[in-house]
C-alpha cells in the first residue's frame, strides 16, 4: 500500500465519524478525481469513495468508453479541484546521468535535450520530470533523475473527463523506488469549466 493510498484510506475511516450533512458539504466543496493507470485501462475514482470505473484504454468501442466516463462525471459529489495520477511500475521509467555542472541551473531544458538517447521516445511524445539526485557530488558534474512516461494514455485518460495534462515539468519531488506506483497530483486550473459543468452543457 502506498502513501496516497494510505491516507485514502485514512480518510475513510474518519469521514464516517462525522455527521452525513456535514460530510456531503465537504465533498462539494472539494473534490479529487483520481485516475489509476495500468494494464491498459483507467480506473476512475473520486476518494474517500470506493467505487471506481474502469475503462479500457487499448481501442474499443470510444462511445462505450464516452458513456462511462460521463456516468463517472455525473456522479461526482462536488465540482473537480484536483486530479490525482497513479501509474503502474510498467507505466514510466526511471533513468539516472550524469549532466555538466553548468547544467544545473538549467536542468529541464538540458534533461530534455537528452530524452531521445536516454528513452525509445522523442521528446514531443513523452511527459517528465527531473530534478539533482541526493548522492549528487557537491562540486563536478551532477547526478541526475529522470522520471518519464508516454504521453499517449496519459492524455487519453484525461481527455475521457474533459481534462488536459499539467504545463511544463510534471510536479514530481522525487523518483519512486523500484517496483513502486508513481503517484503524481495537481490542481485543475480552472474549476469554473469543470469537466461536470461542461457535461451540463452539453446535455
Known amino acids: 500500500m502506498t502513501a496516497a493510498e494510505f491516507f485514502d484510506w485514512w480518510r475513510t475511516q474518519l469521514s464516517e465519524l462525522v455527521p452525513a450533512t456535514l460530510r456531503g458539504s465537504w465533498h462539494s466543496a472539494k473534490t479529487t478525481v483520481a485516475l489509476k ?12 469513495a470506493n467505487t471506481t470505473t474502469a475503462i479500457n484504454l487499448h481501442g474499443g468501442d470510444e462511445g462505450a468508453q464516452t458513456a462511462l466516463a460521463q456516468g463517472f462525471l455525473s456522479r461526482l459529489p462536488g465540482v473537480p479541484q ?10 514510466y521509467l526511471v533513468r539516472r546521468l550524469i549532466l555538466p555542472r553548468a547544467a544545473q541551473g538549467h536542468l529541464n531544458e538540458a534533461v530534455g535535450y537528452q530524452l531521445p538517447q536516454l ?24 547526478s541526475v533523475w529522470l522520471v518519464a512516461i508516454p504521453r499517449q494514455r496519459i492524455k487519453r485518460a484525461l481527455a475521457l473527463i474533459g481534462q488536459l495534462p499539467p504545463d511544463g515539468p510534471l510536479p514530481i519531488r522525487a523518483p519512486p523506488e523500484p517496483g513502486e506506483q508513481l503517484v503524481v497530483s495537481w490542481p485543475i486550473q480552472d474549476t469554473a469549466a469543470s469537466p ?3 457535461m451540463r452543457v452539453a446535455w
Open 82 to 91: 484536483r486530479i490525482r495520477l497513479t501509474l503502474a511500475p510498467e507505466e
Open 196 to 198: 461536470r459543468r461542461r
Open 119 to 142: 528513452t525509445p521516445f522523442t521528446t514531443d511524445q513523452l511527459f517528465y520530470a527531473c530534478g539533482e539526485a541526493p548522492d549528487s557530488p557537491a562540486d563536478g558534474q551532477v
Open 37 to 48: 493507470i495500468g494494464g491498459g485501462r483507467v480506473e476512475l475514482g473520486a476518494p474517500p
